[in-house]
């Protein structure tokens, strides 16, 4: 079955610095890769999503790049502010299918 | 704007007693899931259920779980046995297509306790 691997566990960064957090997948069939964001006590949140047919995709300061053949892909968050401190979750599943993997989260912390 | 939404936010049970976890989803999703996140841990897929049915189960999801959509509007989970390890945040979400066509939303949780 799919599995998400999900670098690094744990990231701080300056305020106004990039963030960058990286995942890789091991089902090529899994076609469609969310990102989710989850605040301390709360549900997570989709921030952007990808599917296989594109290879980048941008939505303010927050993009997301995908690699197939690499199988990896990754997200990026530019200007990064406090609010943005949180724990970041890739997933990816096949479309199609009715399972979405996560991986195991990155915790970031934007230090002001 | 519509929400998923889990009762209780919070349920403490005695090891060995069954729990039922209970969710709304958004009205006019027809496909629901439930996951689970052990505390720091990665969210963790249960099932999911489609047209009165599950369509998929992890190899979590054994013969203690079972889901139900009673009434057409409450979609639940039952634990018939409670064990120490099941104690996490479980998850609803729910959505109007497939996944990977339409987003899915998450619930706030029920936090399990057993002790």
């Known amino acids: 079955g799919e599995n998400v691997e999900q670098h690094p566990s744990t990231l701080s960064v300056q305020e106004g610095d990039s963030a960058v957090i990286k995942c890789t997948y091991s089902d090529s069939a899994s076609n469609y890769f969310p990102w989710y964001k989850q605040e301390l006590g709360k549900r997570p949140q989709l921030i952007i999503d990808i599917r296989s047919n594109v290879g980048e995709k941008k939505d303010q300061r927050i993009a997301v790049t995908l690699n197939k053949t690499a199988k990896h892909f990754s997200l990026h968050i530019t200007e990064t502010q406090p609010e943005d401190s949180a724990v970041y979750f890739c997933?990816?599943?096949?479309?199609?299918?009715?399972?979405?993997?996560f991986g195991a989260g990155t915790r970031l912390f934007v230090k002001a | 704007e519509p929400e998923v939404t889990q009762t209780p936010s919070h349920q403490v049970t005695q090891m060995g007693q069954e729990v039922i976890l209970r969710c709304v989803p958004i009205s006019n999703h027809l496909y629901f899931y439930w996951y689970r996140q052990i505390l720091g841990q990665k969210v963790e897929f249960l099932v999911s259920?489609?047209?009165?049915?599950?369509?998929?189960k992890s190899e979590i999801f054994d013969d203690q779980f079972s889901v139900e959509r009673p009434d057409g509007s409450n979609f639940t989970l039952k634990i018939r046995s409670t064990k120490l390890e099941d104690s996490a945040m479980y998850f609803c979400a729910s959505s109007e297509a497939l996944w990977a066509n339409t987003e899915a939303f998450f619930g706030q949780g029920t936090r399990l306790t057993v002790v």
């Open positions: 997933a990816g599943r096949e479309i199609g299918g009715f399972k979405t993997i």
């Open positions: 259920f489609y047209n009165n049915e599950i369509s998929e």
